[in-house]
């Protein structure tokens, strides 16, 4: 999984509890993301960070929070969670210079709020 | 933003045979087109990629072709194995800003022994 780590690997929360997912990457890429995968959907992008405090959002960031204070840590909160908020998280790294823009994913986090 | 669209949604084969599945994408301006196998439980690996000045590329059983006027780009796996079995993720990304994928709905290939 290219030096990539995500924490927990699994969550049961219930509605209204915050939840803070971990990725961790231990091969210096610029470029991190969060994406949720779900039935039906494929893997839709949240979140994506192309520095150290440098984040912006992608499709689907309505609930979602994101935080990147090292290069090699991306945390994606939920304030509060919600049932349609149930999904397997995945994070992705990707070098972000010119050529080499593959995303490389991590193990993924499978989040359940009751 | 950009749709990407794919087919079939489950495809079933015999060892041996050939697989092939198909993506369309809606903006002209993407221009990376990756493919990624997902087994049950971990997380999408590429196993191929293809960039709009190349037309077609190979790396032993996988081949990927790229049809840029037509917007839709294939992934051909010959000499199918049972480790084969997985679902498929096409993807297009348009190369602008941090390089955002755009993924299809993935196709579940089962290799029947």
């Known amino acids: 999984d290219a030096g990539i780590t995500q924490s927990p690997r699994h969550k049961v929360t219930e509605t209204g509890t915050p939840v803070t997912l971990r990725c961790h990457q231990t091969e210096n890429h610029r470029y991190m993301y969060w994406y949720r995968q779900d039935p039906g959907h494929g893997l839709r992008l949240i979140h994506y960070s192309y520095g150290v405090k440098d984040t912006d959002k992608g499709e689907v960031s309505d609930g979602y929070s994101v935080s990147r204070s090292k290069t090699e840590d991306f945390l994606l909160t939920l304030e509060s969670a919600t049932s349609s908020q149930t999904s397997v998280y995945f994070c992705?790294?990707?070098?972000?210079?010119?050529?080499?823009?593959?995303?490389?994913f991590g193990p993924g986090t499978r989040l359940t709020v009751l | 933003g950009e749709n990407v669209e794919q087919h079939p949604s489950t495809l079933s084969v015999q060892e041996g045979d050939s697989a092939v599945i198909k993506c369309t994408y809606s903006?002209?301006?993407?221009?990376?087109f990756p493919w990624y196998k997902q087994e049950l439980g971990k997380g999408p690996q590429l196993i191929i990629d293809?960039?709009?000045?190349?037309g077609e590329k190979k790396d032993q059983r996988i081949a990927v072709t790229l049809n840029k006027t037509a917007k839709h780009f294939s992934l051909h796996i010959t000499e199918t194995q049972p480790e084969d079995s997985a679902v498929y993720f096409c993807a297009a990304s348009p190369q602008t800003g941090a390089n955002n994928l755009f993924f299809g709905t993935g196709t579940r290939l089962t290799v029947i022994p």
């Open positions: 903006d002209s301006a993407s221009n990376y």
């Open positions: 992705a790294i990707s070098p972000g210079l010119a050529g080499t823009d593959t995303q490389y």
């Open positions: 293809i960039r709009s000045n190349v």
